[in-house]
């Protein structure tokens, strides 16, 4: 089982010049005509930017800070990752597309295409979209650990060879300075929250009160200390709900590198060498010379 499965979804293609998996890539029609409701929320990140403590924060606003009801089902069974489609013999569980579809409204789906790559119902529907950036060094030293533990991915290669990859933007759902600096331009005319992980990681208080404002909803104090410490990284850590345990083992693979891993801002200099470091800050500056997105590399 795990080796077919190995072999067919770690194959990957392109759609518009973006890396994606082959699979996604197959269906992407399907996903390109998906049918947004006007009171879906999407929840949009490059991958490993905070994806999950955001769906976490979401769902507990979502319910009033009821931990009990956040944990009816896994995170990718509460928010369908709208282009994720898993091959047979998987269940229709693992079918972003098709768990959306089925979905009653309110819903909450998430994505990690680039802005390009967004099914145009959700524009024209005018959907509220949270996007959550993450600073490029922990972004790609998350995404390298992901790739290790995670049999959909491609092989990462070494360290040395995927932090190449990652600059180049060959990896998949595409580069990351295009997918920041896209999304961080699209606010200008869409309803788009952009928060940061470094800003959450700072003060969650105050980036979950952005939120609330963006739902317009409106929680005690007590209820939003409770949200805090729920989506605290120790708390999810320990989640079987929201830390990716319950994925198939022949998915991934937690002894290689928890889906928890760290969850801190600042990791990425226990791994760049000062030479990577220094070619990666020349690279840096030139691909967001043009910007006036920036980002924090510590606190
Ligand atoms: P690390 O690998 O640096 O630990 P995504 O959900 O987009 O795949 O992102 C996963 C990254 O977010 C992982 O980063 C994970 O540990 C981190 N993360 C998940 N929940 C978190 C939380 N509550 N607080 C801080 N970081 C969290």
Redesign the pocket.
């Known amino acids: 089982l795990s080796l077919t499965f190995s072999m067919t979804h770690s194959e990957t293609d392109e759609v518009g010049g973006i890396l994606l998996p082959k699979i996604v890539c197959d269906r992407w029609d399907q996903i390109w005509n998906f049918k947004a409701r006007p009171d879906d929320l999407l929840i949009a990140?490059y991958?490993?930017?905070?994806?999950?403590?955001i769906q976490?924060i979401v769902d507990m606003i979502q319910h009033d800070g009821d931990t009990e009801k956040c944990k009816r089902a896994t995170t990718y069974l509460r928010h369908p990752f709208i282009e994720w489609v898993l091959p047979a013999p998987f269940s229709s569980d693992t079918n972003g597309l098709e768990l959306a579809e089925l979905m009653p409204s309110p819903r909450t789906l998430k994505t990690h295409l680039p802005v390009q790559l967004v099914p145009p119902s959700f524009w024209e529907q005018k959907c509220k979209i949270i996007y959550v950036a993450r600073n490029a060094k922990?972004n790609l030293?998350?995404y390298y650990?992901?790739h290790r533990m995670n049999k959909n991915m491609p092989e990462p290669g070494t360290w040395e060879e995927f932090l190449e990859k990652f600059m180049a933007g060959q990896v998949l759902w595409g580069c990351w300075y295009d997918h920041v600096k896209g999304w961080w331009e699209a606010k200008e005319n869409h309803r788009i929250l952009y928060l940061f992980y470094e800003d959450l990681?700072e003060d969650p208080k105050r980036e979950i009160q952005k939120v609330l404002q963006f739902l317009e909803k409106d929680l005690e104090n007590e209820i939003l200390d409770k949200i805090i410490y729920h989506?605290?990284?120790e708390i999810?850590k320990d989640n079987p709900m929201a830390n990716y345990t319950f994925q198939p083992p022949a998915v991934m693979d937690h002894s290689i590198s928890p889906?928890?891993?760290?969850?801190?801002v600042g990791?990425w200099k226990n791994h760049f060498t000062i030479a990577q470091n220094v070619k990666f800050d020349e690279d840096y500056r030139k691909k967001m010379a043009r910007t006036s997105l920036t980002f924090r590399m510590e606190l």
Do not use: C, L, P, Y
Request: glycine share 8%; no cysteine; charged share 25%.
């Open positions: 990140t991958a490993k930017a905070g994806t999950t403590w976490e922990d030293v998350s650990h992901f990681k989506t605290s990284f999810m889906f928890m891993r760290k969850g801190t990791d």
